[in-house]
């Protein structure tokens, strides 16, 4: 996950995209290739902080006093294409990384739900797998403007 931020008057600006998979076949073998990065798009935040939230269908949700801005980088999912025998169980591990900041700071990554809605059945030899994810930022005195870096590892367990 590559983050980085810009310090506006208004608050904060991020974008974010994921940068690794990790596929663990339990018995099928599953091969999964990155169609579009998960972004948070462009938001502004507070004294308070909060969440920012893209669905698996790329809708944004904010807690606390983070506000989407609607311009430059827009907000989308993590689009996967993932080929897998037909009838395979294909479950994902939910996971939380830290992002690390130029100057110590860290910020949480949640990766959740899904579409399809884990665990499901494969219907086709290649399926597409929208995933979203939470993203904590911390009170602006806490977090630094600047780039945010850290790995993502998503695992798809598969089985028949």
């Known amino acids: ?3 980085h931020f810009v ?5 904060w600006a991020v ?5 690794l998979l990790h596929c ?21 935040t507070g004294q308070s902080g909060g969440t920012i939230t893209v ?3 790329g809708v944004t949700t904010t807690t606390g006093d983070v506000i989407p801005i609607g311009k430059g980088t827009m ?6 294409e993932l080929e897998a025998p037909v009838g395979s169980r294909i479950a994902i591990l939910e996971t939380n990384s830290l992002l690390k900041g130029g100057k110590g700071n860290t910020l949480s990554l949640r990766i959740k739900s899904s ?46």
């Open 7 to 11: 310090q506006h008057p208004a608050g």
């Open 115 to 160: 579409d399809p809605a884990m665990p499901f059945i494969t219907k086709t030899p290649r399926t597409s797998i929208h995933i979203g994810g939470t993203l904590t930022i911390n009170k602006p005195g806490q977090t630094a403007s600047g780039n945010y870096n850290g790995q993502v590892f998503i695992t798809f367990l598969a089985g028949e």
């Open 1 to 3: 996950m590559c983050m």
């Open 15 to 19: 974008t974010g995209i994921l940068c």
């Open 75 to 80: 907000a989308s999912p993590a689009v996967i």
């Open 24 to 44: 663990l076949p339990a018995v099928a073998q599953v091969t999964p290739t990155i169609v579009q990065q998960l972004s948070f798009g462009t938001f502004s």
């Open 55 to 57: 669905n698996a269908d």
